[in-house]
């Protein structure tokens, strides 16, 4: 069982189109923080959400934590080719000092 | 500042060969992580490395194994390689002074094959 379940796992959409990905559980996190991961390179952290119902923007992208602190989601407006890649959302559950992430949305966005 | 290296990038070896995989944090980070990421299981935690102990681990079994050096370069080894061990191993670093700064940057990644 995922701790932490993201979907859609594949996402394949036009530049232009705007989109949003989920990462739920039901387990309650301190904190959920998004990455952005590239072919052949490691995961690029986006954004840290640590407060229940924090809203975060990084130009295009925004990022909502969940007020019971168990979901979260990203969401790119006018998405574009160069936003192409794995999303992970990651966290530590309960005082757990284990990362866990989820398996992740694949995005593809065509020109 | 240069980022979190990984030695060697690709590795070919067939089953029950051990193997060693290296990591160099980002100078001045004391924790190092290493996840193993497959298609079907997504990234997952294998251990942290703090201060030169093993601070945390996760469910893999005892063939995982893992070292850091006074430096805080880390190594990881994996013995009587199996099939299934064939994944992407990445390492990350944070610079986590009791706690304080937990943000992890990733490195590259080993991916390894086993025949």
């Known amino acids: 069982t995922q701790l932490l379940e993201q979907s859609p796992q594949f996402l394949s959409i036009q530049e232009g189109e705007n989109l949003t990905v989920y990462c739920n559980s039901s387990?309650?996190?301190?904190?959920l923080q998004w990455y952005r991961q590239e072919p052949g390179e490691g995961p690029v952290l986006l954004v840290t959400v640590v407060t229940g119902g924090e809203v975060k923007k990084l130009k295009r992208l925004t990022f909502q934590f969940g007020d019971a602190r168990k979901d979260s989601s990203l969401h790119i407006t006018a998405a574009q080719p160069g936003d192409t890649g794995l999303y992970l959302c990651?966290?530590?559950?309960?005082?757990?000092?284990?990362?866990?992430f989820g398996r992740g949305t694949s995005l593809i966005v065509h020109p | 500042k240069a980022g979190v290296t990984q030695t060697p990038r690709y590795l070919i070896k067939t089953r029950g060969q051990q193997v060693t995989l290296s990591c160099s944090p980002i100078?001045?980070?004391?924790?190092v992580s290493w996840y193993q990421q497959t298609p079907g299981q997504g990234l997952q935690f294998l251990f942290e490395?703090?201060?030169?102990?093993?601070?945390n681990k996760g469910n893999f079994p005892g063939r995982f194994s893992g070292r850091q050096f006074s430096n805080s370069r880390s190594e990881m080894n994996v013995s009587t390689l199996e099939l299934g061990d064939s994944a992407l191993y990445l390492c990350?670093?944070?610079?986590?002074?009791?706690?304080?700064?937990?943000?992890?940057?990733f490195g590259p990644g080993t991916r390894l094959l086993v025949l």
């Open positions: 990651a966290g530590e559950a309960g005082g757990s000092y284990i990362p866990t």
């Open positions: 387990s309650v996190f301190s904190s």
């Open positions: 100078s001045g980070h004391r924790s």
């Open positions: 990350a670093s944070s610079l986590n002074p009791d706690r304080g700064d937990e943000t992890q940057y």
């Open positions: 490395y703090f201060s030169e102990t093993q601070r």
